[in-house]
């Protein structure tokens, strides 16, 4: 079940003692469409930006005391928000934690620093290791809790340690990579945790190379990726052994449409916002997607884009 339901006295009280720590920082009905890559959905009854801990502070506060559900947004490219929005908190680390640093052959960046810049840093210090990131639209911090990847590489290969604070609670703690549970596309990572930095260990190369493997990245984006449409990036994990555009593309399902979502006629495992598109409209497509895939194949395709909101209303 995907029910969150709204709890009024709740978000009154969680709203009062964000307020009493972040004053008009703190948003209501605050549209999230726009934070997104699909740039659909309905607003966030309470939303926030935080610059320091203390904000986060007073964010788990309100969070433990009222039980509000939360959610921590990135930069939205593997987000869809319901029609209906988020009855509860939603968190987008701000420019205080928008910073990199460099220690020997060490990069340490803030959760809301975007992933290409990340890269684009450690080319101006000689590192490699993390040219693949220079295609991916995510930020450091959701970087780093699903794990993303390109070119065959991902975030767990270059990640040291991940600092997190705990909104439950209320504290911050260093996790060794080692102990982040790294999987395919995901993580073991607190699921009460927002990623604040992460430490990632890379090697001494040569400027040259890494600039020729990150425009190679970008290049093979451009070429591969519908870049003009708005997107949510990949929409499916691939399964074992096998690509789940490679599977959709097969059935001839490359431009099939419910309202205003389609499948991308550039790539089979991107779906598009049309003019007028919502996110029912996604859902019932990723849903129709499954189910074709699964009649032919036997697998079901596991989602990569993070659902926020409720969607049990969403038809078959």
């Not at 969680?14 to 703190?26: H, K, M, P, Q, S």
């Not at 290791?129 to 995510?138: H, L």
């Amino acid at each position: 079940m995907n029910v969150i339901t709204r709890d009024p006295a709740g978000l009154a009280r969680a709203e009062v003692i964000l307020r009493a720590a972040c004053g008009d920082r703190v948003r209501t009905s605050f549209a999230l469409g726009p934070l997104t890559t699909f740039r659909i959905g309905g607003p966030a009854a309470l939303f926030l930006e935080p610059e320091s801990e203390a904000d986060l502070r007073a964010a788990g506060q309100a969070v433990r005391e009222t039980g509000i559900p939360f959610v921590v947004l990135g930069k939205g490219s593997n987000v869809l928000v319901s029609d209906e929005g988020f009855p509860g908190l939603v968190l987008r680390l701000g420019k205080g934690y928008r910073w990199a640093a460099r220690d020997g052959s060490t990069i340490t960046a803030g959760g809301s620093m975007p992933l290409p810049r990340v890269a684009g840093v450690a080319l101006a210090h000689a590192l490699g290791g993390i040219e693949f990131g220079v295609a991916i639209p995510a930020t450091l911090g959701g970087a780093v809790r699903m794990n993303a990847g390109a070119h065959g590489h991902s975030l767990h290969e270059v990640v040291d340690r991940v600092e997190m604070f705990l909104l439950g609670a209320g504290e911050s703690r260093t996790i060794p990579a080692a102990e982040a549970g790294f999987v395919y596309r995901n993580s073991a990572l607190p699921a009460d945790g927002v990623v604040v930095a992460a430490a990632l260990s890379l090697a001494p190369a040569d400027p040259s190379s890494i600039r020729a493997a990150m425009d190679e990245a970008r290049e093979w984006r451009r070429r591969t990726q519908p870049l003009a449409e708005r997107n949510c990036g990949s929409v499916f994990k691939n399964p074992a052994g096998d690509h789940a555009a490679r599977m959709v593309e097969s059935l001839g399902l490359k431009g099939t449409a419910v309202g205003g979502a389609q499948v991308s006629s550039k790539h089979a495992n991107f779906i598009v916002a049309r003019p007028g598109a919502r996110a029912a409209d996604v859902v019932a497509l990723i849903r129709a997607v499954q189910g074709r895939v699964a009649d032919r194949f036997g697998v079901r395709l596991e989602p990569e884009v993070h659902l926020v909101g409720n969607f049990d209303e969403t038809p078959e």
